[in-house]
C-alpha cells in the first residue's frame, strides 16, 4: 500500500446486485413490519416496510421478485418480515 493509496477513495457499491450481495454477506438481521403493497406503473409490487435499530425508526421500500411475490400473505400490511440492514449504515437494508 503506497502513500497516495490512503487518499483514495473507498470503492462503492455500483449495482443493485453487488448491493444485496454485500446485504445478504455482511448485513444484520432485525424485524420490521410492512406497512403496504402497491403496484406501481411498470406492474411491478412495491412493498414498503419499516424497521427500529437502536432506537431510531427507518422506512424503506422494495420491488418483490418473482419468488417473494409467491407468497403474497408474507408480505401483506401489518406482517412481520426480517430485514437486513448495513452496520454501518442502518438506512441501508433489504427484505430478508
Do not use: C, W
Request: charged fraction near 30%; glycine fraction near 8%.
Amino acid at each position: 500500500m503506497g502513500f497516495f493509496d490512503i487518499f483514495k477513495p473507498k470503492k462503492k457499491v455500483n449495482t443493485e446486485t453487488e448491493r444485496r450481495e454485500f446485504l445478504q454477506t455482511k448485513g444484520r438481521i432485525t424485524d420490521g413490519t410492512i406497512i403496504e403493497t402497491e403496484t406501481n406503473e411498470s406492474g411491478q409490487e412495491v412493498v414498503f416496510y419499516y424497521y427500529n435499530i437502536q432506537g431510531v425508526d427507518f422506512e424503506s421500500s422494495e420491488i418483490l421478485t418473482e419468488e417473494k411475490r409467491e407468497n403474497p400473505l408474507k408480505y401483506a400490511a401489518g406482517a412481520k418480515v426480517g430485514v437486513r440492514f448495513d452496520p454501518k449504515n442502518h438506512g441501508n437494508s433489504i427484505l430478508d
